[in-house]
């Protein structure tokens, strides 16, 4: 090889990318070229409890061969059904340990057919780590043990796509509640899990960069709260359209969150014209005919049919023609998920019963809700989009 190649590399440095999202393109050009060079047992691969062993590791007959969904069903030991395996499979291509190549359609790699080849045993050699992604103490007291769970879990209930948080749910498995009740019993497991979300605002783009509030605010009755920050936690988010438009007046930005986020965990400071209160957003919603009711990373902890519970008591006082629904969250594209992406979904998976969800799958969520999208913003350095409907 020439020398020439690794002074290329070697010589890429940040400065030279003005435009974020060229920089961006390069990291995930590393990305894929990392993954290509590693050798099996030196890459990170997806934990056991992430990739259950629902299907033989290699086509034999024909390795390599791009494989659809339907396919690789057809192959599995047992039933399961496709969107969780799905979910699965989108993951592990965003590690690129198997390849994309269409909607619903991977194919294997070098490190993937070396995975299920008996003969490098390496697939036993990655079930024998441990992968612990962060040290930090959400994952302690959540992530971890309920990654350990996970593949017994799915195992013992017979591979069905868990969305069920009162009968069906990873982490009352382990810990005999589910995540949201436990932490409320368990502040300190609480506090945490708000740490950790404060932790990921460094990872994520600031929505008011990803949509225009400009409209929202300018066709906006002042004299009436302009926007509810539903289970807006540390209130960052409020901030955040004031920062865009100082001169907003007293009281039209509130942050809802249960009591003990308000009080306890809720530490940061905002400016005095953001009012904090307690609201649990199962509960009626106190504020009427709102200009905005924002969620931002809420929906995606629960599965359809709470998402919709909560949805419908914003509903109930929103003004026709006037209030809009924002939603900052993923929406997955149909192929080419980031890695960041499939990760949070598979973390959801495991520890709420949570999803990350495909445009189409909001646009009937919504629409069953009695909704329509008006639009879906984008960024292309943004994780997530935001995602603006109005009452059908």
Known sequence: MSPDVISTLDAIQPSQFTAPADRFAAKEAARRLLAALRRP????????????????????????????????????????????????????????????????????????????????????VIKAGELIGTDSQCSLDHSIPCGRNHARFLAKNGYKEPLGISSFDNYRDVFGQDFFNYVQDHPEAGGSFQGVMTSLTQYKMIWTDVYDTQHLVAGADLTKPLF??????????????????????????IVQD???????????????????????????????????????AVPHDWPNAD???????????????????LIYEVVLPAQGATHLMTTLDLALMSCTSGLERTEEAWRALLKEGGFKVTSISRHPMAVEGVIEAEIE
Request: glycine letters at 8%; hydrophobic letters at 40%; a positive charge.
């Open 307 to 325: 998402v919709a519970r909560m949805f419908a008591e914003v509903k109930k006082v929103m003004t026709p023609g006037y209030s809009k629904l």
């Open 258 to 296: 249960l009591p003990e986020v308000v009080t306890t965990h809720g530490k940061e400071k905002l400016d005095s014209r953001i009012r904090k209160m307690a609201h649990d957003f199962f509960q009626p919603q106190p504020i009427t005919g709102a200009r905005a009711y924002f969620f931002h």
């Open 228 to 253: 509810v920050d539903v289970g807006g936690a540390q209130g960052f988010d409020a901030q955040r359209l004031l920062d865009r438009h100082p001169d907003l007046p007293v009281g039209v930005l």
């Open 41 to 124: 047992l030196s890459k990170a691969g997806p934990s056991p409890s992430r990739a259950p062993a629902l299907l033989p590791a290699a086509d034999r007959q024909n390795p390599g061969a791009a494989r659809t969904l339907d396919e690789l069903l057809s192959w599995a030991h047992t039933t399961c059904e496709p969107n969780l395996l799905r979910r699965f499979l989108r993951h592990i291509a965003a590690l690129y340990v198997i390849q994309e190549m269409g909607v619903d359609t991977w194919q294997s790699t070098p490190t993937s057919l070396a995975l299920g080849a008996q003969e490098t045993h390496a697939g036993e």
